[in-house]
């Protein structure tokens, strides 16, 4: 495992050496792993690699900023010869045959003799940036578990695709599941709402039967026993009066049968039948088996010899609960109606958080243009949002170093106005904390810095080239001549130039901006930027 890039004067430097058997690697900052990166971006144990007889395998260990293999944040993947693992600003690339360097770590208790030059400070790493301890409240251990395990994931898309592509697929699915999260509880109460209306009209029906029926049934006329023309109703399977043993009294074509079908309607008819000789005085009932909603209704005679009344008969309707449903056809086009107005009104609602949220950047932008070109500005944002008021600061603060022409009459160097030497504090500040690979040259197109993500991609060293014409020091013709004819597009005052660009297989966009007056550039910043797969 060889250190291929990472920060300057920081151990282990660039070209350290580690062999790596069988067994568990640990990569950290704490001085107890096998590899220790000291960075306060590297986590205390950071990530792990598994060696065995078969395979070599990366896994994060719940890392603050996530551990990436070739680019692409991964928690646990599989490597082999020439992949590079990035852990915090170090990079890493798993190689053959290499042997063990470990570089030297300085002894704080090595105590110099008189007159020998003490020994370099350590490099000491910021409490800020130690490991938060997990909070005790239920709400607090939610929110800590989501940002180690869950955020790195949205992080690593974020790597991948544009701030507005991840946003409103995000939004997006939020649309889709609160859709169908929403509509359907609103269906099926639906649904329960047309069940309840058929039930009652069943045990309507019940009803009517058996008052109609009750003196032929008492006067043991079962010829007079008449159900009417309900049996044609929309959706009733059946209306049948019954004696207590389900042979069937009227309608007169199935007089003298057992009530069988629906099946479902005979089995609670039956249940029913015993309630009823059980407990005489046991009403109606009204319920729903499988598809079909079913009413059972008793027809009560006197009992001269008892004194009361006692079922000798039963109403039994049943009614297809189907048509309390809503058929596929409809339930497609309610869902499309609604994605329709939810997909307007989301994407209206989505393009005034996307407005809202670029305006304060957008606001900086301009007022940094202002101040690079002398301008006085009040460089405070006019708009509230307090999550980018520390980046504020900083670039306040970084753009405080630029000396104001009006101010000095004199550039860095004794020259009138503004000279590269007055933009390469700032420049080189902001190019090495950038996310993305940065160099900057001066107005000759030599090198004045270039970052580690710049070093990385295209192979150029920054100890080896500063001072030197970019275009000079890469082995690259193709990216040399690309270099050349970029500074020459590219006019201060203007967006820049930008072209396409591949580094070992991998396209990048090449976007160059200048700095200085129109026909006068002093400085140029060269950014680096994955074009999207």
Not at 42 to 53: A, G, P
Not at 515 to 520: A, E, M, S, V
Request: hydrophobic share 40%; glycine share 10%; aromatic share 8%.
């Amino acid at each position: 495992m060889t250190v291929i890039s990472g920060p300057s004067n920081a151990q282990p430097a660039r070209g350290s050496s580690y062999a790596v058997g069988s067994g568990t690697f640990s990569i950290g900052r704490h001085s107890q792993n096998q590899i220790v990166l000291e960075s306060g971006n590297v986590s205390k144990r950071h990530c792990v690699l598994v060696v065995d007889n078969t395979k070599i395998a990366v896994e994060d260990q719940g890392s603050s900023n996530g551990t990436f293999v070739n680019g692409k944040l991964s928690a646990k993947r599989e490597i082999r010869p020439g992949d590079r693992i990035s852990v915090g600003e170090f990079v890493l690339e798993l190689s053959d045959g290499l042997p063990a360097v470990a570089p030297p770590r300085p002894n704080l208790s090595v105590v110099p003799p008189p007159g020998a030059a003490a020994p370099a400070a350590p490099l000491f790493v910021d409490s800020t940036h130690e490991d938060a301890p997990m909070p005790k409240d239920p709400l607090g251990k939610l929110k800590y578990h989501f940002d180690r395990y869950v955020l790195p994931y949205f992080f690593g898309f974020n790597e991948r695709y544009e701030w507005r592509i991840v946003i409103g697929s995000l939004f997006g699915l939020y649309l889709a599941l609160n859709l169908f999260i929403s509509l359907s509880p609103l269906m099926d109460e639906q649904q329960r709402a047309v069940e309840r209306e058929m039930m009652l009209r069943a045990q309507s029906i019940a009803r009517e039967v058996a008052d109609r029926n009750t003196a032929a049934v008492a006067a043991k006329a079962d010829s007079k026993l008449d159900v009417g023309t309900f049996t044609r109703g929309v959706g009733v399977q059946t209306v049948a009066v019954t004696d207590l043993d389900l042979r069937v009294l009227a309608p007169a074509g199935r007089a003298g049968t057992y009530f069988q079908n629906p099946p479902e309607a005979a089995n609670i008819a039956a249940a029913k039948a015993k309630r009823f000789r059980l407990n005489p005085s046991e009403g109606g009932a009204v319920g729903k088996a499988g598809d079909t909603i079913v009413a059972v209704e008793p027809i009560q005679v006197l009992n001269p010899a008892l004194g009361r009344n006692e079922p000798r008969a039963m109403v039994v309707v049943a009614l297809d609960a189907t048509l309390s449903q809503v058929e596929g056809g409809e339930l497609l086009m309610v869902y499309a109606h609604t994605l329709v107005l939810s997909i307007v009104i989301g994407l209206f609602v989505f393009y005034l958080i996307y407005r809202i949220t670029l305006r304060p950047f957008q606001e900086m932008n301009r007022k940094v243009d202002q101040v690079l070109r002398g301008e006085h500005v009040d460089f405070k944002p006019s708009v509230y949002f307090s999550e980018i008021d520390p980046l504020w600061d900083l670039v306040d603060s970084a753009l405080k170093r630029v000396p104001r022409a009006e101010e000095t009459g004199n550039g860095v160097g004794g020259g009138k106005g503004i000279t590269s030497g007055d933009l390469a504090g700032p420049l080189r500040t902001i190019a090495m904390n950038a996310k993305q690979g940065v160099a900057v040259l001066d107005e000759e197109r030599k090198v004045i810095c270039l970052n580690a993500i710049f070093e990385e991609v295209t192979g150029v060293r920054n100890d080896s080239s500063e001072g030197q014409p970019l275009a000079s020091v890469s082995r690259d013709q193709a990216f040399s001549s690309l270099v050349g004819d970029l500074c020459d597009r590219a006019a201060p005052g203007t967006e820049g130039a930008s072209e396409e660009f591949d580094f070992a297989g991998i396209v990048f966009v090449v976007h160059v901006v200048a700095f200085g007056t129109f026909g006068d550039p002093k400085c140029f910043v060269f950014n680096l930027i994955r074009k999207e797969e």
